[in-house]
């Protein structure tokens, strides 16, 4: 119960947070970094509320000189404490965990950016530690589900990941810009993370011991990833 009420004082904090900030009007401002992140599912004043409540996180790495790469390299290390979370059962804290790691994947671009930084073999790390970061979060749930029939929509995921990353990667080393479908890393992230942020307390009133937004969002999340890679696939072999 202790662990419940934590977690609605720190969910019930983000979500006022967020009226407030609609509530004065700063959702209806431009934000460069808000734009280079910008998501096809998660709705432009979230975005913009998020980055804003981050860019002190943003400016505090930047004023102690930490690198973009060494923020890439923690970031991984995040989403291993959230894959260890998940593995577990502690589903607010690994939610809030993955996010956190998501974030840091985030900061070490608007780090680079801010800093004129920005190297190719920045880009070439953060994208290959993504998949290590993907990897380490899908373990925990594979684990967790284990003896569950929600292990078959895991296994989905990590081919459903992979493939969405892999099948525009390809294309673009083609010469084909692919940037059609939805369910890329941050939609993923925040969908995935909010599912285990508030599963407990809706298994809670809805007297379940299941985490049921987990249930639902792992298996969208299969489905929907398979399905992208797949039009990707189609889409680009069309082109060439």
């Known amino acids: 119960m ?3 009420i934590i977690l609605l004082v720190i969910n019930g904090g983000f979500i006022v947070g967020y009226f407030v900030f609609l509530a004065l009007g700063k959702h209806k401002s431009s934000d460069g ?6 998501s096809g599912l998660i709705i432009s004043s979230l975005q913009k509320y998020w980055f804003s409540i981050t860019e002190p996180v943003v400016k505090l790495l930047i ?4 690198t973009p790469n060494t923020i890439t390299v923690f970031a991984v290390f995040i989403s291993i ?5 998940f593995a577990m059962g502690s589903w607010g804290a690994a939610g809030w965990t993955m996010i956190a790691g998501g974030v840091f994947d985030l900061f070490d671009g608007r780090v680079a950016r801010a800093t004129n930084n920005s190297t190719k073999g920045g880009a070439y790390l953060d994208s290959v530690l993504d998949r290590y970061s993907d990897g380490a979060i899908l373990a925990g749930l594979a684990w967790a589900f284990r003896d569950n029939w929600l292990l078959f929509f895991v296994i989905l995921c990590f081919i459903g990941f992979y493939s969405v990353s892999y099948t525009k990667a ?4 083609s010469g084909v810009k692919c940037d059609v479908g939805t369910f890329q890393r941050p939609e993923r992230i925040f969908s995935l993370g909010l599912s285990a942020i508030f ?5 809670y009133y809805l007297n379940w011991e299941t ?7 792992v298996v969208v999340l ?3 990833t398979v399905a992208t890679s797949v039009y990707r696939i189609v889409y680009t072999f069309k082109r060439l």
């Open 81 to 85: 404490a959230a894959g260890i979370l």
């Open 2 to 4: 202790k662990d419940l």
């Open 222 to 224: 299969g489905i929907g």
């Open 199 to 203: 599963s407990p307390i809706v298994s």
């Open 63 to 66: 004023k102690l000189r930490i």
């Open 33 to 38: 970094a808000a734009k280079k992140a910008e």
């Open 170 to 173: 390809r294309a673009e080393a």
């Open 211 to 217: 985490p049921v937004l987990i249930y639902l969002v």
